[in-house]
Every structure is written in C-alpha cells, then in structure tokens.
C-alpha cells in the first residue's frame, strides 16, 4: 500500500509556481521521499528525490518538513507541458526496497 | 543512449490467445521492473529482476503470467492464455543500483494490450 496521501488534483496558471503536497506521517528514518510524473500516455519520469533536506534540481524543488512527515513539490515556472499526474513515493532504499509504490498521484492541470 | 525500448506498442488479441511483450532495459542497468497500468488498479508493479534473476513476484496476478530475463538486455512478460481482464498497459523499466543508496527508475512508453 502507498504510504502516501496526495490531493487527487490541482491546477495552475502558466507561468506561475505549482505546489504540490505530499503527507507521509509514517516515514521512518532509512525512506526517502520520491517524485515521478507521468504525462499522459508516457511512462512514469523520475523528477526528484531527498532524505530530509531541501534538493533543487533543472525540473523542480522538493521542500521536506523538518519532522519529514510532509513534502511539497514546487516547479517554478510551470508550463502546459507540465500538466501530468504527479506521483509522491516514499520508499525504504538500504532495506530491500528496490520496489515504487504509486500511489493515485495529483492531477495537475496547468491552464494558459 | 535509447532509453527503455518496449515493443509491441500496441497489442490486439483475442481471448485465450498468447501474447509477449518485450523489453530492452538500458544498457548497464542491473534492475529491471515491470508494471501494468490501469484505470481500475492504477500502476502496479508485477515482478523485478536483479542481474536478470526475479528477486520479487508478489505482484504478479496468477499463473497465466510469466517473466524471463535471458540475459541482461531483453526481458519477456508473457500472458497465457489472455483474457479479457488483461486488457492495461504494461511499462518496463530499469535503473542502476550504484554506489548511491538512491536511484531512479526510467521507463519505457509502455505496451498497450487489448484483449477482445
């Protein structure tokens, strides 16, 4: 089962910053905290992923909470080709956990 | 690099038919996953390969469902026979387990089978 709770959507106008949240109350200490979207028809695509400090990479930033029980995912200047179902994984990476997880993701609409 | 090659991208079959589907994981990837993908159950993963050995089946449905990985760079899901209830799309994906503890699966376009 996920271990993830994501609003089922959301939109954004172009050009302005799209905030997605993530709550993973349960995430122990080894999980980290992923992000993949999938665009529709597409296969999943890795955006981003952190343990318990903020990342920044070319795609987005991943805010973590300092307890870890809550992420946001923040991609800047969203664009219409950015409209997809983003996915928040948390997932165990030193004990087996080679697996994802997906849960039902967040719709994101951007509009023009 | 490619990326993941998938193929068919689209399969039509009747039921009680066999169907294969293929996948090319990244080259120097050592994992190798594959997920099916519908409206009902969303995305879930079926089986995985380490160094082409399963490690996970858990997810596959029954036994009308098999997965091979001859060598490292071809994979087979096959469905036999197929039925109706078979009808998602099935991605392939692989990644590499370095010297990081974290990294990232990439997928291929996925292979959209219907079965009538």
């Known amino acids: 089962d996920a271990k993830t709770t994501q609003p089922p959507s959301m939109d954004c106008a172009e050009g302005r910053a799209a905030n997605l949240p993530c709550n993973h109350s349960t995430i122990s200490g080894n999980e980290y905290v992923y992000w993949y979207r999938q665009i529709h028809s597409q296969g999943p695509q890795y955006i981003i992923h952190?343990?318990?400090n903020n990342e920044t990479n070319e795609m987005a930033s991943l805010i973590i909470t300092e307890d870890r029980k809550s992420s946001t995912l923040i991609l800047p200047h969203a664009t219409l080709r950015d409209t997809a179902v983003y996915y928040c994984i948390v997932r165990d990476v030193l004990y087996n956990t080679d697996k994802l997880i997906f849960g039902t993701g967040t719709r994101l609409q951007v509009f023009p | 690099d490619a990326g993941v090659i998938q193929s068919p991208r689209h399969e039509v079959t009747e039921m009680g038919q066999e169907v294969t589907l293929r996948c090319k994981p990244i080259?120097?990837?050592?994992?190798l996953f594959w997920y099916r993908q519908t409206m009902m159950r969303g995305l879930e993963l079926l089986i995985y390969f380490n160094n082409n050995v399963p490690i996970d089946d858990s997810g596959m449905p029954e036994d009308r469902f098999s997965a091979k990985m001859p060598n490292a760079s071809f994979s087979t899901l096959k469905i036999q026979p197929s039925e109706p209830r078979d009808s998602a799309v099935y991605f392939c994906a692989s990644s590499l387990r370095g010297r990081l503890v974290s990294y990232e699966q990439y997928f291929g376009p996925g292979t959209r089978l219907t079965v009538t």
């Open positions: 952190g343990l318990k």
């Open positions: 080259s120097g990837h050592d994992y």
